[in-house]
Nanobody, 127 residues
């Protein structure tokens, strides 16, 4: 089992930047693919970005492509979501998630693929 704790959320003006962190504990972080999802009030949870367990493969949603970057540091058991050029529509609770991967270097965009979730961190972008 792995525990995930997000941090780094907050209030930022449109055009600003934030970096979210996802600290993992409990098992070997490098055995888990990781993803970031978000949920705005009244909306369904949506995929933001995903990264393979080695960090060699990544994907971002079209809505954040070119503005958000996902990364990870397996030595620090931490994943990151760097967000820039933030827009009011990026306002949401952001969740990190982890999926155990026995082998392979794929990433996962479907929330149902993930085994573990953090508690979420609020990101609010003012106009």
């Amino acid at each position: 089992q792995v525990q995930l704790v997000e941090s780094g959320g907050g209030l930022v003006r449109a055009g600003g930047s934030l970096t979210l962190s996802c600290a993992a504990s409990g098992r070997t972080f490098s055995s888990y693919a990781m993803g970031w999802f978000r949920q705005a009030p009244g909306k369904e949870r949506e995929f933001v970005a995903a990264i393979s367990r080695t960090g060699g493969s990544t994907i971002t949603a079209d809505s954040v492509k070119g503005r958000f970057t996902i990364s990870r540091d397996n030595a620090k058991n931490t994943g990151y979501l760097q967000m820039s050029s933030l827009k009011p529509e990026d306002t949401a609770v952001y969740y990190c998630a982890a999926k155990y991967v026995y082998s392979g270097t794929g990433y996962y965009t479907n929330s149902q693929s993930y085994d573990y979730w953090g508690q979420g961190t609020q990101v609010t972008v003012s106009s």
